[in-house]
């Protein structure tokens, strides 16, 4: 019997979209704590301003992984949309999220460019992996199973570990992009984009062990996915 995405359907997909969230939060905070011990001391002049961005990007990439899911879930198992119809709706909606974003934060003292044509195959790729990971966890997922469950039924342990990892890894691109424009102390504007690499590799060296403790967490049925450490 195909599912039809009532209230109790979209209550799972609103689910996994918080456990989303967390995860994502945690992997920011993990990457700026190992920021700040990793970066030599003449660029910590630069800490403030990255770690503004961290905080003000985690937010609303959660907003735009959650509109990626929950559009996911309503399809989970019944008929889904040709990929080719899918991707520009969702790629349209991250960019309004981006764009309430730069308004907002307009009247921080940090000024942010978003590169889009940089940008979007990374993100695509993003999308379609986040949005295939929620299809598969709801349509495993009964009426009356909880949804560790439903993520332990769609993925083994050392799948759950490499798909976070790619996940991370590509947010961590995108992030990438966003930092190489920040606006950082003039004598510190020629390291730009050193810095901008020293975050992508520093994220990129926590998104391995964070993802190889979630998937254990989640494969043993803990009631805890993730802790901010």
Known sequence: MVRTPDAGNMKGARALARLNGRMLRVFSQRTAGTLRAALPLPLRMALPQLESVLA?????????????????????????????????????????????????????????????????????????????????????????????????AAFSQDEIAELLYHLFALYAEETRSVSRSVRLPLMLIPLREFIAQELFKIMLRVAGPLSLEIATVASRGSRTPVAPG
Request: charged content about 25%; some cysteine; aromatic content about 6%.
């Open 56 to 152: 003000l990007n985690v937010g609303k990439e959660v907003q735009k992984d959650t509109l990626v899911i929950l559009h996911a879930c309503e399809h989970a198992a019944g008929h889904s949309p040709h990929w080719n119809h899918v991707l520009p709706q969702l790629l349209k909606r991250a960019r309004e999220v981006d764009e309430a974003f730069l308004s907002r934060v307009g009247a921080f003292p940090v000024g942010i460019v978003i590169r889009y044509e940089e940008l979007a195959p990374v993100r695509s790729q993003r999308i379609r992996l986040l949005y295939d990971a929620a299809r598969k966890i709801r349509a495993a997922q009964d009426l009356d199973s909880r949804m560790r469950a439903a993520i332990q």
